[in-house]
C-alpha cells in the first residue's frame, strides 16, 4: 500500500531553515511527480511546490526563493529545504502523490517559525 511518511518538521526562527523529508514506499517512485503542501490554522491547505518525475519544479509565488524541492531516486525520498523563513511559513507540510492507486496524503509534519 502507498505510504507518505514525513519528517523534519521543528520550531524555526524567522530568517532561519529546515529541510523537510518525505519517504515513500508502495509505488515506483520514480515514475510519478511528488508534490509538498501546507495547512496553516484556520487557512485551506495550499500547494508550496511540486517535483515531477524528470525532475522539474514548480513553486507557488510565496516561497519561490526560499525553498527548493528535490528528490532521490535511490532512496525514495522527496525533500523540501526551506529557507529564509518567515512567521507566515507556520504550518503543517503534507507531502502528496497521485497514483494509479489514487490521491494519497503523508501525517504531516509541524513547522513553526517564531522567535
Known amino acids: 500500500q502507498v505510504q507518505l511518511v514525513e519528517s523534519g518538521g521543528g520550531l524555526a526562527q524567522p530568517g532561519g531553515s529546515l529541510r523537510l523529508s518525505c519517504a515513500a514506499s508502495g509505488f515506483t517512485f520514480s515514475s510519478y511527480d511528488m508534490s509538498w503542501a501546507r495547512q496553516a490554522p484556520g487557512k485551506q491547505r495550499e500547494w508550496v511546490a511540486r517535483i515531477t518525475s524528470d525532475t522539474n519544479t514548480n513553486y507557488a509565488d510565496s516561497v519561490k526563493g526560499r525553498f527548493t524541492i528535490s528528490r532521490d531516486a535511490a532512496k525514495n525520498t522527496a525533500y523540501l529545504q526551506m529557507n529564509s523563513l518567515k512567521p507566515e511559513d507556520t504550518a503543517v507540510y503534507y507531502c502528496?502523490?497521485?497514483?494509479?492507486?489514487?490521491?494519497?496524503w503523508g501525517q504531516g509534519t509541524q513547522v513553526t517559525v517564531s522567535s
Open positions: 502528496h502523490v497521485v497514483t494509479i492507486y489514487g490521491e494519497h
